[in-house]
Protein backbone atom coordinates (compact mmCIF):
# COMPACT_ATOMS: atom_id res chain seq x y z
CA UNK A 1 0.00 0.00 0.00
CA UNK A 2 2.60 2.58 0.74
CA UNK A 3 5.04 3.31 -1.23
CA UNK A 4 8.87 4.35 -0.37
CA UNK A 5 8.85 8.01 -0.16
CA UNK A 6 11.03 10.03 -2.84
CA UNK A 7 13.73 12.21 -1.07
CA UNK A 8 11.11 14.70 0.56
CA UNK A 9 11.51 18.58 1.29
CA UNK A 10 11.06 18.75 4.98
CA UNK A 11 10.91 22.53 7.32
CA UNK A 12 13.53 22.85 9.72
CA UNK A 13 10.43 22.86 12.10
CA UNK A 14 9.39 19.52 11.00
CA UNK A 15 12.96 17.65 11.01
CA UNK A 16 14.31 18.70 14.42
CA UNK A 17 10.89 19.35 16.39
CA UNK A 18 7.99 17.29 15.28
CA UNK A 19 10.15 13.93 14.54
CA UNK A 20 11.49 14.28 17.96
CA UNK A 21 8.23 14.46 19.62
CA UNK A 22 6.37 12.44 17.45
CA UNK A 23 9.18 9.33 16.22
CA UNK A 24 6.21 6.48 15.75
CA UNK A 25 5.83 8.68 12.65
CA UNK A 26 6.51 7.31 8.96
CA UNK A 27 7.92 9.36 6.09
CA UNK A 28 5.80 6.38 4.32
CA UNK A 29 2.59 7.41 6.06
CA UNK A 30 3.40 10.93 5.09
CA UNK A 31 3.59 10.64 1.42
CA UNK A 32 0.75 8.47 1.54
CA UNK A 33 -1.50 11.41 2.92
CA UNK A 34 0.50 13.82 0.25
CA UNK A 35 -0.28 11.39 -2.78
CA UNK A 36 -3.80 9.99 -1.65
CA UNK A 37 -5.64 12.81 0.19
CA UNK A 38 -9.01 12.48 1.54
CA UNK A 39 -9.83 16.19 2.50
CA UNK A 40 -7.27 19.13 1.56
CA UNK A 41 -8.01 22.43 2.73
CA UNK A 42 -6.11 25.77 2.59
CA UNK A 43 -5.52 27.41 5.76
CA UNK A 44 -5.42 31.19 5.82
CA UNK A 45 -2.00 31.43 6.29
CA UNK A 46 -1.24 29.40 2.55
CA UNK A 47 -0.29 25.89 4.44
CA UNK A 48 -2.13 23.40 2.86
CA UNK A 49 -4.05 20.62 5.88
CA UNK A 50 -4.14 17.11 3.96
CA UNK A 51 -5.94 14.03 6.02
CA UNK A 52 -5.45 10.36 5.13
CA UNK A 53 -6.53 7.35 7.39
CA UNK A 54 -3.43 4.89 7.91
CA UNK A 55 -5.19 1.52 8.38
CA UNK A 56 -1.71 0.23 10.17
CA UNK A 57 -1.87 2.62 12.28
CA UNK A 58 -5.26 2.53 12.94
CA UNK A 59 -5.75 6.55 13.23
CA UNK A 60 -6.74 9.91 10.25
CA UNK A 61 -3.12 11.59 9.99
CA UNK A 62 -3.14 15.37 9.25
CA UNK A 63 0.24 16.97 6.97
CA UNK A 64 0.52 19.85 7.02
CA UNK A 65 2.75 21.47 4.40
CA UNK A 66 3.84 24.76 3.46
CA UNK A 67 1.98 26.86 0.41
CA UNK A 68 3.83 24.57 -2.32
CA UNK A 69 1.88 21.70 -1.33
CA UNK A 70 5.29 19.82 -0.81
CA UNK A 71 7.36 20.55 1.82
CA UNK A 72 6.18 19.07 5.14
CA UNK A 73 5.88 21.37 7.96
CA UNK A 74 3.50 19.10 10.49
CA UNK A 75 1.63 15.93 11.11
CA UNK A 76 -0.07 14.31 13.29
CA UNK A 77 -2.76 12.13 14.61
CA UNK A 78 -6.07 14.06 14.13
CA UNK A 79 -8.89 12.58 16.68
CA UNK A 80 -11.30 15.04 15.60
CA UNK A 81 -11.36 14.88 11.80
CA UNK A 82 -14.83 13.18 10.14
CA UNK A 83 -14.23 11.57 6.73
Known amino acids: MFN ?16 L ?4 LKMEWI ?5 HPLRTERQPNGR ?3 WAFIPEWGKYLR ?11 NAFADRRFKP
Open 4 to 19: KPQQMKTTEYFTYSVL
Open 31 to 35: QYVLD
Open 63 to 73: VVTEPDGQTVH
Open 21 to 24: RRPY
Open 48 to 50: IRQ
